[in-house]
């Protein structure tokens, strides 16, 4: 009888197994970027302060964030009383706000009967921040947290075993602000969907972006209704810190974006959007090579171009002493009017004939002629490289969203032959994004760490069964 030692369970990887998962996933951790990263890509990292609350107020009138405004009225201030006051004699002063009073009926607004699309009808002559009924209103709906560090046995359970891939995705509030409207969480590792809800937002919705966000408002209603959604951006984040601790890795494309739509820090991130954007750097790195040096050129055309005039007018300066100190009529060409032009290479010359006052004139128009054509009077054509820039913009074609070499679509198709995003109208799936997303992590792994290795399709099942028996100290 065969004994357990000698078994060969499928959950139980060899020795050999262990050192290449172990070599996985200490690739995996090297992946998760710094806050200097981070910062430069346009993460949260810390907590809202007072200022940026302030800044997160919205105009009364347009409704657009007062952060906007903010340096426009410090620089208003320093202005002198005499400049920053209007004018007695300015009746119609300027208005920086501009909006429409009334509201959308029927596409029609009934402030001024004008369509939807309109421009505002009326305006105030500075913005005002709207009021808030709490003081603390701003802060409940934009502040950011972090990952706690949670005694949840369901977190500190699974977090040191799980590695996670997110995406969300967004509909547009009334007040114009992205609002989370469906978050999808996978293991790593399995593929296991551990959250894949809808979300009904806190701040009423304008409209989900079907076309981008793949959610209907007949889904958003029927979750609602049968009470199958959650409600809010803190019991979505919650849902997710189900499975979170502060050094869980979660993977994503973009992620700053999924993190900001629930207000979320977390710092143990990898994204495969920036790992796609290090990778093409030495391409864009040579681009901006080629750039470099086409202005470096532009620029050394230019400086010989002026050398040749400020040369042309030195020569032109003392070839006109010299005609003065002949007695000759000197008028510089490029200063002249045409008529004048036509005369001043009149050259005048005194003949006497015997008799005092008798002259005669002479015209030189074969000097005429030279001077007057001469390219030393004649202004340098100087190409600079905005010249060069604009004699050779090519107008702009408009790019389908998500159509970028970075975006997860073309990722996806390129660097796994696989597509994604292939509903048109209907709109994206967070679940094959979440799982494009982790794809794209694990290729970059293989390529960089596992050059020449064979990484068969049961890999991700050995790791998974290597974790569940404790095989790697996270």
């Given at each position: 009888?065969?004994?357990?030692?000698?078994?060969?369970?499928?959950?139980?990887?060899?020795?050999?197994?262990?050192?290449?998962?172990?070599?996985?996933?200490?690739?995996?951790?090297?992946?998760?970027?710094?806050?200097?990263?981070?910062?430069?890509?346009?993460?949260?990292?810390?907590?809202?302060?007072?200022?940026?609350?302030?800044?997160?107020?919205?105009?009364?009138?347009?409704?657009?964030?007062?952060?906007?405004?903010?340096?426009?009225?410090?620089?208003?201030?320093?202005?002198?009383s005499a400049e920053s006051n209007p004018s007695s004699k300015d009746s119609n002063p300027k208005l920086q706000c501009k909006f429409h009073?009334?509201?959308?009926?029927?596409k029609i607004w009934t402030c001024c009967r004008q369509h939807v699309s309109a421009d505002p009808c009326s305006g105030l002559p500075h913005?005002?921040?709207?009021?808030?009924?709490?003081?603390?209103?701003?802060?409940?709906?934009?502040?950011?947290?972090?990952?706690?560090?949670?005694?949840?046995?369901?977190?500190?359970?699974?977090?040191?075993?799980?590695?996670?891939?997110?995406?969300?995705?967004?509909?547009?509030?009334?007040?114009?602000?992205?609002?989370?409207?469906?978050?999808?969480?996978?293991?790593?590792?399995?593929?296991?969907?551990?959250?894949?809800?809808?979300?009904?937002?806190?701040?009423?919705?304008?409209?989900?972006?079907?076309?981008?966000?793949?959610?209907?408002?007949?889904?958003?209603?029927?979750?609602?209704?049968?009470?199958?959604?959650?409600?809010?951006?803190?019991?979505?984040?919650?849902?997710?810190?189900?499975?979170?601790?502060?050094?869980?890795?979660?993977?994503?494309?973009?992620?700053?974006?999924?993190?900001?739509?629930?207000?979320?820090?977390?710092?143990?991130?990898?994204?495969?959007?920036?790992?796609?954007?290090?990778?093409?750097?030495?391409?864009?790195?040579?681009?901006?090579?080629?750039?470099?040096?086409?202005?470096?050129?532009?620029?050394?055309?230019?400086?010989?171009?002026?050398?040749?005039?400020?040369?042309?007018?030195?020569?032109?300066?003392?070839?006109?002493?010299?005609?003065?100190?002949?007695?000759?009529?000197?008028?510089?060409?490029?200063?002249?009017?045409?008529?004048?032009?036509?005369?001043?290479?009149?050259?005048?010359?005194?003949?006497?004939?015997?008799?005092?006052?008798?002259?005669?004139?002479?015209?030189?128009?074969?000097?005429?002629?030279?001077?007057?054509?001469?390219?030393?009077?004649?202004?340098?054509?100087?190409?600079?490289?905005?010249?060069?820039?604009?004699?050779?913009?090519?107008?702009?074609?408009?790019?389908?969203?998500?159509?970028?070499?970075?975006?997860?679509?073309?990722?996806?198709?390129?660097?796994?032959?696989?597509?994604?995003?292939?509903?048109?109208?209907?709109?994206?799936?967070?679940?094959?994004?979440?799982?494009?997303?982790?794809?794209?992590?694990?290729?970059?792994?293989?390529?960089?760490?596992?050059?020449?290795?064979?990484?068969?399709?049961?890999?991700?099942?050995?790791?998974?069964?290597?974790?569940?028996?404790?095989?790697?100290?996270?």
């Amino acid at each position: 009888m065969e004994s357990n030692s000698q078994r060969n369970d499928a959950n139980h990887p060899s020795p050999s197994d262990n050192d290449s998962h172990q070599r996985y996933l200490q690739a995996l951790q090297g992946l998760v970027h710094d806050a200097d990263m981070l910062l430069k890509q346009g993460y949260q990292v810390e907590p809202l302060t007072a200022s940026d609350f302030k800044g997160l107020k919205r105009c009364s009138g347009c409704n657009k964030p007062m952060k906007k405004f903010l340096r426009q009225y410090q620089y208003q201030k320093n202005i002198s009383s005499a400049e920053s006051n209007p004018s007695s004699k300015d009746s119609n002063p300027k208005l920086q706000c501009k909006f429409h009073p009334g509201l959308p009926v029927n596409k029609i607004w009934t402030c001024c009967r004008q369509h939807v699309s309109a421009d505002p009808c009326s305006g105030l002559p500075h913005h005002v921040a709207a009021d808030y009924p709490r003081d603390d209103q701003i802060e409940k709906i934009h502040q950011f947290h972090i990952t706690p560090k949670s005694e949840n046995r369901k977190v500190w359970q699974f977090s040191d075993r799980y590695r996670l891939a997110i995406d969300c995705e967004m509909g547009t509030g009334k007040a114009g602000d992205s609002e989370l409207i469906r978050v999808t969480m996978i293991d790593y590792f399995t593929g296991v969907t551990l959250v894949d809800r809808l979300v009904w937002p806190d701040a009423e919705l304008l409209h989900p972006n079907t076309r981008f966000s793949g959610v209907t408002w007949a889904q958003l209603n029927r979750a609602r209704d049968t009470r199958t959604c959650i409600f809010g951006i803190e019991n979505a984040r919650k849902a997710v810190w189900d499975f979170v601790g502060p050094d869980t890795i979660v993977v994503g494309h973009g992620l700053q974006n999924d993190l900001k739509s629930l207000r979320w820090i977390h710092h143990a991130v990898v994204d495969s959007f920036i790992l796609g954007w290090i990778e093409q750097t030495p391409i864009r790195e040579a681009k901006e090579a080629v750039v470099r040096a086409e202005i470096e050129k532009q620029r050394q055309i230019r400086a010989r171009a002026l050398e040749e005039k400020k040369t042309a007018e030195k020569a032109d300066k003392e070839q006109a002493e010299k005609d003065k100190a002949e007695g000759k009529l000197v008028v510089d060409a490029r200063h002249a009017t045409p008529f004048s032009t036509a005369i001043a290479q009149i050259s005048w010359q005194h003949f006497t004939t015997g008799s005092p006052g008798n002259h005669r004139c002479r015209f030189q128009t074969k000097s005429m002629l030279i001077q007057q054509n001469s390219p030393r009077l004649q202004k340098p054509a100087i190409s600079t490289p905005i010249d060069i820039a604009q004699s050779q913009k090519q107008p702009a074609k408009p790019k389908s969203r998500g159509s970028g070499d970075l975006s997860l679509k073309t990722l996806t198709l390129v660097k796994l032959g696989r597509e994604i995003q292939t509903a048109e109208k209907k709109g994206h799936d967070s679940l094959e994004d979440a799982i494009a997303a982790r794809d794209l992590v694990h290729r970059w792994i293989t390529t960089n760490y596992y050059s020449g290795e064979e990484v068969d399709g049961d890999f991700f099942a050995r790791l998974s069964g290597y974790l569940k028996i404790g095989g790697f100290e996270s």
